[in-house]
Nanobody, 117 residues
Framework: QVQVVESGGGLVQPGGSLKLSCSASGNIFGNYVMHWYRQAPGKQREWIAL???????NYADSVKGRFTIAGDNATKTMSLQMNSLKPEDTAVYSC???????????WGQGTQVTVSS
């Protein structure tokens, strides 16, 4: 079993910054990928970034240049540094961890990010 926990959400003004963290623990063996998703009220869940256990990253166009994902393979943690935040970034941000060994993915409970003046 794998447990995934996010932290770091909150209220921030437009143009501000916020850093989210995700920690995975449990039976994590071999290669894996960690994703950040978000879901705004009334909208579908949106993928925004990923980091492979190799360190390779990728971003959705909507956040490219503003958000930076980083990971620590030894501790199975990752962060999402969010800069130049906009009201449309308001959403519940969730961490997803997928193990290549089993094909199973695990979700955290999500953390609320609100961008408002």
């Amino acid at each position: 079993q794998v447990q995934v926990v996010e932290s770091g959400g909150g209220l921030v003004q437009p143009g501000g910054s916020l850093k989210l963290s995700c920690s995975a623990s449990g039976n994590i063996f071999g290669n894996y990928v960690m994703h950040w998703y978000r879901q705004a009220p009334g909208k579908q869940r949106e993928w925004i970034a990923l980091i492979l256990s190799s360190g390779i990253t990728n971003y959705a166009d909507s956040v490219k240049g503003r958000f930076t994902i980083a990971g620590d393979n030894a501790t199975k943690t990752m962060s999402l540094q969010m800069n130049s935040l906009k009201p449309e970034d308001t959403a519940v941000y969730s961490c997803n961890v997928k193990l290549y060994s089993t094909g199973i993915d695990y979700w955290g409970q999500g953390t609320q990010v609100t961008v408002s003046s």
